[in-house]
């Protein structure tokens, strides 16, 4: 590859799209983990009468570590959302 092909090749590639994509993947399976975390924390009560199998009803994850699971989450989703997109700070809380 010469040195002339070089800004043809790095078009091709788009390195903003190879960091990015990666990047948003992980802000949505974070975003959705935390949402189910969330969601398994809510309802152990009911789901200790209706679906007494599920993992913290069962005594398989304790409740606390659903909630911390849960919490730690939120964060490292807007950090990744941060990364995705800078200027996400700024629109988030611009005034119109």
Do not use: N, Q
């Not at 390195?15 to 924390?41: E, K, M, N, Q, S």
């Not at 009803?57 to 941060?82: D, E, K, M, N």
Request: charged share 25%; glycine share 6%.
């Amino acid at each position: 590859m010469t040195a002339t092909r070089l800004p043809g090749h790095l078009e091709t590639l788009r390195p903003y799209d190879l960091v990015v994509t990666p990047v948003i993947t992980a802000l949505g399976l974070t975003a959705c983990a935390g949402a189910l975390y969330t969601a398994d924390y809510l309802t152990r009560h009911e789901d200790g009468r209706t679906k007494p199998y599920r993992p913290i009803p069962s005594g398989r994850l304790r409740a606390a570590t659903a909630r911390r699971c849960a919490v730690l989450l939120r964060p490292v989703a807007f950090v990744l959302a941060t990364l995705a997109d800078r200027r996400s700070l700024s629109r988030g809380f611009s005034r119109r």
